[in-house]
Every structure is written in C-alpha cells, then in structure tokens.
C-alpha cells in the first residue's frame, strides 16, 4: 500500500511556471505507474498526464501537451509535474494517483485504473 501527498500548488499569473510534487510512503515506488488528474470548480475530474514505472514512457491530455511535463525519481518516491505556459483554464485541485502493475511499460489513463490518490493541490492561475 502507498500514501500520497501533493505539494507546491499555489498562485501563479498566466503564461507563468509551477511545479507541483507528490510524495509517496511506502515501499516499492517503482512497481507503481503514476498519473496527474485535475478537477475544476463544478467540472469532472480529467485526466492530464501519466507515466509508468521506470518513467520512460508518458502521456498527456491535449490540453496540456507541450506545456506540461511528469517526470519521477524513484530513489525519491517522487512523481512531479512541470507545468508551463500556464493558462486560467489550468485552474483546479490537481491530484496525483498511483496504480501497482506489473507491466512496467504501461501508464493508465482512466480513474478507475487507479487505487491509490493523493489529497490534491490547489493550482490557481490568474488572468
């Protein structure tokens, strides 16, 4: 089993840069694929970016493609995303999920595809 707690959400003006984290405890990090989902005032929760086991291999929403970036340390237990060009779209409580596989190739897109959630951080963007 793993706990995961987000940090570094904030305020930032549009076109700007923030970085968010997600810690996990527990052992065995690198057995999990990592995603970035999001949710905004009176919206569902969408996905953004995901990223399997080794960190080889990614994925990203449209809507963030080229803007965004996930990246891990496993010797951290760390799953980041970079997110620049910020816009005030990109305004909600980001959340970052883990799912154990066995595949260490793959990276899952779906919600229900994770087991594990962090508590989320709120990322505002002015305009």
């Known amino acids: 089993q793993v706990q995961l707690v987000e940090s570094g959400g904030g305020l930032v003006q549009a076109g700007g840069s923030l970085s968010v984290s997600c810690a996990a405890s527990g052992r065995s990090f690198s057995m999990y694929a990592m995603g970035w989902f999001r949710q905004a005032p009176g919206k569902e929760r969408e996905f953004v970016a995901a990223?399997?086991?080794?960190?080889?291999?990614?994925y990203y929403a449209d809507s963030v493609k080229g803007r965004f970036t996930i990246s891990r340390d496993n010797a951290k237990n760390t799953v980041y995303l970079q997110m620049n060009s910020l816009k005030p779209e990109d305004t909600a409580v980001y959340y970052c999920?883990?799912?154990?596989?066995?595949?260490?190739?793959?990276?899952?897109?779906?919600?229900?595809?994770?087991?594990?959630w962090g508590q989320g951080t709120q990322v505002t963007v002015s305009s």
């Open positions: 999920a883990g799912v154990r596989t066995l595949y260490s190739g793959r990276y899952y897109l779906r919600e229900d595809e994770y087991d594990y």
């Open positions: 990223i399997n086991r080794s960190g080889g291999s990614t």
